[in-house]
């Protein structure tokens, strides 16, 4: 049993908070770089209950900033990008993207107040897609050889969406081996042709069944937990026959993050990063072994599924997650579309928001 001021501890990730102080000293996804295209390259983020501006300057570098400018809060986000940074629309402050201010034009000529200015920036990257960012004190650590940070562009694609419910939560349930079989059951096979870039549908490369009848016909696994140097990791049998066992192995990667098989060759690394303490993002990478990503098809799939500009679920709570009676007879287990996520995302967005001894409190 979990107590509420432990449950807490490890569920709320403000910036003064224990569990936000330790997330922010981890490189974390913050964005896609899709997000910065556009005649306007600015975008305002939350990131654990903490408000930035992201934005890449003419010259292509990226910046991070606090998003409230420091003369008077107005919001940086409707800054103008140029002469080499934000420009805020109030008194035309300039800031370049290591927060340096560059010009404060209201002081008299030949002034050398702005040097005295600066504002909060933090480290970023774009790998592959996805916009890493260091939160946290001090030089940021190196980031580790993940097989979806090293491979090259076109054997990898990047993309979030959003969930409404605690970052603890939904980490839980993407690590959980057991609840595929039921939640995520569905009753038509499909071949590799029909089921790329679909989660839980292609063929398993060892045994070379469809991950549907896997998951349907063989619901009790055995799972074992090994502590590993990075985290935990989950080896998930299913005994098919006398010969044969089915091994899936899904790698909890400490903080917030888990890498998972998708197909015979293809891998997603997840991450689940706090917008609030009662919503996050899942970040995911999904990277080949084999062929080039097919990105414009993976990419069509997901916009089918998300809406933009914040990648929020079309089915989802104010709309009862798309529930169909008939398709829960004949199609899905849930009868809620075939988004893995938005399964996931109704297990976890219970209406009883008090605190749960057994799972990660929910936070409006």
């Known amino acids: 049993m979990v107590s509420r001021v432990n449950n807490e501890r490890i569920c709320l990730?403000?910036?003064?908070?224990?569990?936000?102080?330790?997330?922010?000293?981890?490189?974390?996804?913050?964005?896609?770089?899709?997000?910065?295209?556009?005649?306007?390259p600015v975008k305002a983020l939350r990131v654990m209950g903490q408000d930035l501006v992201l934005f890449r300057d003419e010259a292509g570098r990226l910046g991070l900033l606090d998003r409230a400018c420091p003369h008077r809060g107005a919001d940086l986000a409707f800054?103008?990008?140029?002469?080499?940074?934000?420009?805020?629309?109030?008194?035309?402050?300039?800031?370049?993207?290591?927060?340096?201010?560059?010009?404060?034009?209201?002081?008299?000529?030949?002034?050398?107040?702005?040097?005295?200015?600066?504002?909060?920036?933090?480290?970023?990257r774009d790998i592959n897609g996805l916009i890493f960012a260091y939160l946290g004190a001090g030089t940021p650590?190196?980031?580790?050889?993940?097989?979806?940070?090293?491979?090259?562009?076109?054997?990898?694609?990047?993309?979030?969406?959003?969930?409404?419910?605690?970052?603890?939560?939904?980490?839980?349930?993407?690590?959980?081996?057991?609840?595929?079989?039921?939640?995520h059951r569905f009753e038509d096979d499909e071949s590799i042709e029909t089921g790329y870039g679909r989660q839980f549908r292609a063929?398993?490369?060892?045994?070379?069944?469809?991950?549907?009848?896997?998951?349907?016909?063989?619901?009790?696994?055995?799972?074992?937990?090994?502590?590993?140097?990075?985290?935990?990791?989950?080896?998930?049998?299913?005994?098919?026959?006398?010969?044969?066992?089915?091994?899936?192995?899904?790698?909890?990667v400490f903080p917030n993050a888990f890498v998972i098989p998708m197909s015979g060759?293809?891998?997603?690394?997840?991450?689940?990063?706090?917008?609030?303490?009662?919503?996050?993002?899942?970040?995911?990478?999904?990277?080949?072994?084999?062929?080039?990503?097919?990105?414009?098809?993976?990419?069509?799939?997901?916009?089918?599924?998300?809406?933009?500009?914040?990648?929020k679920p079309r089915l989802n709570r104010s709309n009862d997650w798309g529930y169909d009676a008939e398709e829960q007879r004949t199609k899905t287990f849930t009868g809620m579309g075939f988004d893995i996520n938005v399964h996931d995302q109704w297990a976890c967005a219970r209406r009883d928001c008090r605190p749960h001894a057994r799972t990660p409190r929910q936070f409006r």
């Open 79 to 124: 800054a103008r990008r140029e002469h080499g940074g934000l420009r805020c629309p109030f008194h035309g402050w300039l800031f370049d993207a290591t927060g340096a201010c560059l010009e404060t034009p209201a002081e008299p000529e030949g002034s050398l107040f702005h040097r005295r200015i600066r504002q909060a920036s933090y480290p970023v």
């Open 13 to 40: 990730t403000g910036p003064d908070s224990a569990a936000g102080k330790l997330m922010r000293l981890y490189w974390q996804p913050v964005a896609l770089a899709e997000e910065l295209a556009g005649i306007h």
């Open 203 to 252: 063929v398993s490369i060892d045994s070379n069944i469809p991950m549907t009848t896997l998951l349907r016909e063989f619901p009790r696994p055995t799972i074992e937990v090994e502590p590993t140097s990075f985290g935990i990791r989950l080896l998930t049998r299913r005994h098919l026959n006398a010969r044969q066992t089915h091994l899936r192995v899904t790698n909890l």
């Open 141 to 183: 650590p190196a980031l580790p050889d993940f097989d979806c940070f090293i491979a090259p562009d076109s054997h990898s694609f990047a993309f979030k969406g959003f969930m409404e419910c605690n970052w603890l939560q939904a980490l839980e349930v993407g690590i959980d081996p057991a609840h595929a079989s039921f939640l």
């Open 265 to 311: 060759e293809m891998s997603i690394t997840q991450w689940h990063v706090p917008v609030e303490d009662g919503s996050n993002y899942w970040f995911a990478l999904f990277t080949s072994f084999g062929r080039p990503v097919d990105k414009d098809e993976m990419r069509r799939q997901r916009l089918e599924l998300y809406q933009l500009p914040d990648y």
